[in-house]
């Protein structure tokens, strides 16, 4: 497969920084298949104000291995925004784009035309489809001597049904 690229940026969670700006890194990413994870040079990160919150070991392409911080942040790539892990690269390092952030926005890698595709939507294969009804479960709570019951319905909604 050819390279595919795509412009990213990066930034922190929190909609404003000290000075009231949002900071980020900007650039054109590697799309890279084979990372799970976002990786851009430690000082960019940096300069964004994205903070390390741990350490991890990764497998280098080579096969070496290799402990890096990373951090978590906001991912934005083609009109679409995600949050999660960045790995603070050496400085200098040619930023990479994981297959985490592109499948979590439902974009694949379209290896024949070297292009990103959006699916028509994102799977949930582990939750079975049901038509909402009324009422779906019944639950109840425990709260000391009180006790709540009530329904959760099909849309997740809590309806208290009395008081015991």
């Given at each position: 497969?050819?390279?595919?690229?795509?412009?990213?940026?990066?930034?922190?969670?929190?909609?404003?920084?000290?000075?009231?700006?949002?900071?980020?890194?900007?650039?054109?990413?590697?799309?890279?298949?084979?990372?799970?994870?976002?990786?851009?040079?430690?000082?960019?990160?940096r300069?964004?104000?994205?903070?390390?919150?741990?350490?991890?070991v990764f497998?280098?392409?080579?096969?070496?291995?290799?402990?890096?911080?990373?951090?978590?942040?906001?991912?934005?790539?083609?009109?679409?925004?995600?949050?999660?892990?960045?790995?603070?690269?050496?400085?200098?390092?040619?930023?990479?784009?994981?297959?985490?952030?592109?499948?979590?926005?439902?974009?694949?890698?379209?290896?024949?035309?070297?292009?990103?595709?959006?699916?028509?939507?994102?799977?949930?294969?582990?939750?079975?489809?049901?038509?909402?009804?009324?009422?779906?479960?019944?639950?109840?709570?425990?709260?000391?001597?009180?006790?709540?019951?009530?329904?959760?319905?099909?849309?997740?909604?809590?309806?208290?049904?009395?008081?015991?």
């Open positions: 497969m050819g390279l595919t690229y795509v412009t990213v940026k990066i930034s922190t969670l929190s909609e404003k920084t000290d000075t009231g700006q949002v900071e980020s890194y900007e650039d054109n990413f590697l799309v890279d298949t084979g990372a799970t994870d976002t990786v851009a040079p430690s000082d960019k990160l300069e964004a104000g994205i903070k390390p919150v741990g350490r991890m497998e280098l392409t080579d096969g070496r291995l290799e402990e890096y911080e990373y951090g978590l942040a906001r991912i934005e790539f083609m009109g679409e925004i995600t949050a999660g892990r960045v790995v603070f690269g050496p400085p200098g390092c040619e930023p990479l784009l994981g297959v985490t952030a592109l499948e979590s926005v439902g974009i694949l890698v379209d290896p024949v035309n070297k292009t990103l595709k959006r699916l028509p939507a994102i799977p949930l294969k582990g939750i079975k489809a049901f038509r909402p009804s009324r009422s779906c479960c019944k639950i109840t709570l425990y709260n000391g001597n009180q006790q709540e019951t009530g329904v959760v319905t099909g849309w997740g909604l809590f309806t208290l049904r009395g008081r015991r």
